[in-house]
């Protein structure tokens, strides 16, 4: 039986997810590079605790158009509760230098809301995949959106720049969504996952959730079930973890023996690509699928 004895005292972190950072010389590198430009990751603006291993892995995760979100959910570090920034139109290009210069064979990108822009700011998206592909044409690319407030228009131009993966967190379950995910829905999530499969059901789409808001089992499971009914491919499933006294209480600490147990009917589910632990983030291991099947392909090619 799994002894979660310690969730008496929530302000102690269980043994599990205590980690170390990682290699200083990779963090110190990529934070150089990402400053000179003033552009942002989410590996640092979240303070990821995978950040050192991703970036020995020659993947990131960049945060577009700024680092102020024009929402306020209760469970995200990024800043917010400020005018958002003015979009820089150089970011595209500096982005795709940093990932030449970083060696990234796989980059996810992400953005705060802009609920500001005409757009959403899906064009800002496009404009990025368009630079890296330009520079660096063998590096994947994942996005990782936010709603465009249910807007079809903005999720095909997103569809439309080819990602090899679509990515758009539930982030919790359907009873949590109001106080958790302000100013987002849990069926307009539903609908852009949906969209994206209508769109190309050849791109493989992924969704994300935290553990430790109060769900239950039984809640979990019922939203992995209405991903599956979406078409969504891949999973991931993290613990909560609160970056300060101003944000939501950890309910409590998911063993990784849940974690385990929950991937794996997850799988049977049908999900292709299941990541489940402690310190799984959206990211986390999110090019080793993409990156393995490529490189069989062209295997498969040269043997031909």
């Not at 979240?46 to 892995?57: I, K, L, S």
């Not at 080793?288 to 490189?295: H, L, Y």
Request: glycine share 6%; net charge positive; proline share 6%.
């Amino acid at each position: 039986m799994v002894n979660l004895s310690f969730s008496d005292d929530l302000t102690r972190l269980p043994p599990w997810l205590r980690k170390p950072i990682g290699r200083a010389s990779q963090i110190s590198t990529v934070q150089r590079i990402v400053r000179q430009r003033q552009i942002h990751t989410i590996c640092e603006e979240g303070r990821c605790p995978n950040r050192g291993e991703c970036y020995a892995n020659h993947t990131a995760t960049f945060l577009l158009m700024g680092a102020v979100c024009t929402r306020s959910c209760a469970f995200c570090q990024v800043e917010k509760g400020q005018a958002p920034l003015a979009l820089d139109p150089d970011e595209p290009h500096k982005i795709a230098e940093s990932v030449s210069l970083l060696g990234l064979k796989y980059v996810v990108l992400t953005s705060v809301a802009r609920d500001d822009l005409p757009d959403q700011g899906a064009s800002v998206f496009v404009k990025t995949m368009a630079a890296i592909e330009h520079r660096q044409p063998r590096t994947q690319i994942e996005v990782l959106t936010p709603d465009f407030r249910g807007d079809r228009r903005w999720i095909e131009q997103v569809v439309a720049a080819r990602p090899v993966c679509y990515n758009h967190n539930l982030e919790t379950v359907r009873r949590l969504q109001g106080p958790v995910r302000r100013g987002a829905k849990y069926e307009r999530s539903l609908f852009v996952l949906q969209t994206v499969k209508a769109i190309n059901p050849r791109l493989a789409t992924k969704s994300g959730l935290m553990l430790g808001l109060g769900e239950t089992e039984a809640e979990v499971l019922e939203t992995l079930e209405d991903l599956r009914a979406v078409g969504c491919d891949r999973l991931t499933l993290g613990q909560y973890l609160r970056p300060s006294l101003h944000h939501l209480p950890v309910h409590r600490y998911w063993h990784p023996e849940e974690f385990e147990r929950l991937g794996q009917m997850a799988r049977q589910m049908g999900f292709v690509h299941v990541r489940s632990g402690p310190l799984v983030r959206s990211s986390y291991h999110a090019g080793e699928n993409d990156i393995q099947d490529t490189a069989h392909a062209k295997d498969h090619e040269i043997s031909n």
